[in-house]
């Protein structure tokens, strides 16, 4: 009675000295450090690390070594001089193929890494950053969607002219047929090549108009479609930012959480993730003047109105000769004729023909680049709150085409080298699918995110020691026995916690606080009965064994109650609500663990085989 075999308590010290193992990492501090990564499919190699160890001697930077893991290199300063100054020279001599950002590297000892050993990561609220919660404005989703079908619709009905009259009346499409045999007809192509749409009103069987608007499914598919093409965007533009470690990921069905780590400037970060910018190029309308169109209030044929952003007007085709879809690269830099900041663009190959097409017909003619911006945000007018929506549509430049060009050109006018530099990260990030506001901002600066550090482990230690004394104190040797088992469950959820590199953040800290708490819940449980089994029975052995077996029941459906609670909250919740439920999930499994069969087996030295005439419970 009261004796484990040889072979589990061997199981025991395995998984608890792999605990500490895996655990040890957190214990050594962290290395500044510079994180340089690709920026878009080149692949990072040794000949990339002997370049910047190159750059580095030549700007007599010091460092602490430098490496490649993962394919990306990460180069340890002692101070944050050196770190500052590293990325500096890196970013001037490495260029636009590669992402360089500060970063903080754990400084874990070589052997104990090669076995796999790693700190676990800090959330944004404990080492500093900016957290933004984006909604994407779906409204604009449905009237593109609205806007695609118009068109693939008139076209469609064109080819064999069955309609009098077709116009777009919000989400819907109002359609007028010459026959009823036109009618039916148009309906039986609408259900054969376009599946998407559906048939909201023919009115009645003799009448020759019908709603035309686009199914439920197909307006889903849209939204969710839009949805992951923004989260793309937004993580191209965060890597152009130069951001350690970012998170950009869905929540729910129109937002996206982005939390850049280290980063302070909000106005920088905010001007580069919420703009929905394009470029569009097309041709002067030079045999019209703009004056005279300002004055009847009225374009010509074929042509539009357009404003530099001094407001000085111009006439401009209607054709668009190429978009910022068709962009595959774009740089700043300064134009080396005018001195004047400029953008390097670089287009794919359909682009790249049709503006060799445009530049071959329209040779000395005037070419101009419109720049392209949605904007919503959210307006609280007479105590209702409603969407606006802002489109602004500036020429940056009009310049007479010199000679033919096709994939490679240059935009010039840009007022100032700021205003090159985020209009060629926006083209090389790529443009939202649709526009997105800002509804919610964080930011916790690195001093804050060390002081949350710091008073979350005092929480902890703090949390521990009352638990530990009052153990003691009330249960004696016993007690002792619970104090070491809730050192080593500690020890094992900061283990898992490492080795599942799960994010600790603050409210993580708050789950394993609780779970000190909870963790001695279980030993009580087992105290207490084994204190009623010595009241009921003198056999002490029996006792304890009684006691343990007893309640175990008791715990198992006290525990699997509180894990049920904790999954549910992991399920439903988001952000900080999904780190509490990590950590007290983890809590939870590692108590039962520690308070059943670890304080089990240690009892079992202390007292199991051995004729005792009474415990010091």
């Known amino acids: ?140 989703v449905l009237s593109v969607s609205i806007d695609k079908y118009y068109n693939e619709l008139r076209t469609l009905l064109r080819t064999e002219r069955l309609y009098k009259s077709i116009k777009k009346e919000g989400r819907q499409i109002a359609i007028r047929f010459k026959t009823l045999e036109a009618k039916y007809k148009a309906l039986k192509i609408i259900k054969s090549e376009l599946s998407d749409l559906v048939v909201l009103d023919t009115y009645n069987q003799d009448s020759l108009m019908v709603q035309i608007g686009i199914s439920d499914s197909a307006q889903k598919q849209a939204k969710s479609n839009a949805l992951k093409q923004n989260i793309i965007t937004l993580r191209n533009r965060v890597n152009e930012l130069g951001v350690a470690e970012p998170i950009v990921q869905q929540q729910g069905l ?48 074929g042509s539009k109105l357009y404003s530099f952003k001094d407001g000085r007007p111009l006439l401009l085709k209607n054709r668009v000769i190429t978009t910022g879809e068709n962009i595959t690269g774009a740089s700043s830099g300064i134009d080396s004729e005018s001195g004047s900041p ?83 990260l926006l083209l090389r990030a790529g443009s939202l699918s649709a526009p997105i ?26 949390g521990f020691v009352l638990v530990l004394l009052f153990m003691a104190m009330r249960y004696r040797v016993f007690g002792l026995v619970a104090n070491v088992a809730l050192m080593l469950n500690l020890v094992m959820i900061v283990a898992v916690l490492s080795l599942l590199q799960a994010t600790l953040t603050l409210p993580g800290i708050a789950g394993i606080v609780l779970t000190v708490g909870m963790a001695v819940d279980a030993n009580v449980l087992i105290f207490e009965r084994i204190k009623e089994e010595l009241g009921a029975d003198n056999n002490i052995q029996k006792a304890i064994s009684s006691g343990y077996d007893k309640a175990v029941l008791t715990i198992a459906d006290a525990n699997i109650t509180t894990l049920i609670a904790s999954l549910v909250l992991f399920s439903f919740g988001t952000g900080p609500i999904k780190g509490f ?37």
């Open 1 to 140: 009675m009261n004796h484990y075999s040889s072979l589990k308590n061997a199981l025991i010290a395995f998984f608890l000295l792999l605990s500490i193992l895996y655990a040890l990492p957190n214990i050594f501090g962290s290395d500044l450090a510079v994180q340089v990564s690709s920026a878009g499919d080149k692949v990072i190699t040794e000949s990339d690390l002997a370049k910047i160890t190159e750059v580095l001697k030549t700007k007599g930077v010091n460092y602490k070594s430098a490496n490649l893991l993962n394919r990306r290199i990460l180069v340890r300063f002692k101070d944050n001089a050196s770190q500052l100054s590293a990325k500096d020279a890196l970013k001037e001599k490495l260029g636009r193929h590669y992402v360089i950002a500060l970063n903080l590297a754990p400084s874990v000892p070589s052997w104990l890494a090669g076995l796999g050993g790693k700190a676990m990561s800090l959330g944004l609220d404990l080492r500093g950053g900016v957290h933004f919660l984006l909604e994407v404005d779906m409204h604009s």
């Open 581 to 617: 439920a990590i950590t007290l999930s983890i809590g939870i499994i590692t108590s039962m663990f520690t308070a059943i069969i670890v304080s089990r087996a240690i009892v079992n030295k202390i007292y199991g085989g051995k004729k005792i005439k009474e415990l010091s419970i």
């Open 254 to 301: 129109e937002r996206i959480v982005v939390q850049l780590p280290g980063v302070q400037d909000t106005a920088r970060a905010k001007e580069i993730l919420g703009a929905v910018a394009t470029l569009e190029f097309r041709m002067v309308d030079e045999e019209n003047d703009p004056q005279v169109a300002i004055k009847s209030g009225r374009s010509p044929i």
């Open 342 to 424: 400029m953008v390097n663009i670089t287009l794919d190959s359909a682009g790249g023909r049709a503006m060799l097409d445009a530049t071959k017909k329209y040779l000395r003619h005037r070419m101009a680049v419109v720049f392209i911006e949605n904007k919503v945000e959210t307006v609280v007018k007479n105590g209702k709150t409603t969407k606006k929506r802002t489109t602004t549509k500036d020429i940056i430049n009009a310049a007479t085409i010199q000679g033919t060009f096709s994939t490679r050109f240059q935009i010039t006018g840009i007022d100032s080298a700021r205003e090159a530099r985020n209009l060629a």
């Open 437 to 462: 506001e800002i509804i919610e901002e964080r930011t916790i600066g690195p001093s804050l995110g060390a002081d949350n550090v710091e008073k979350g482990v005092l929480s902890v230690i703090a």
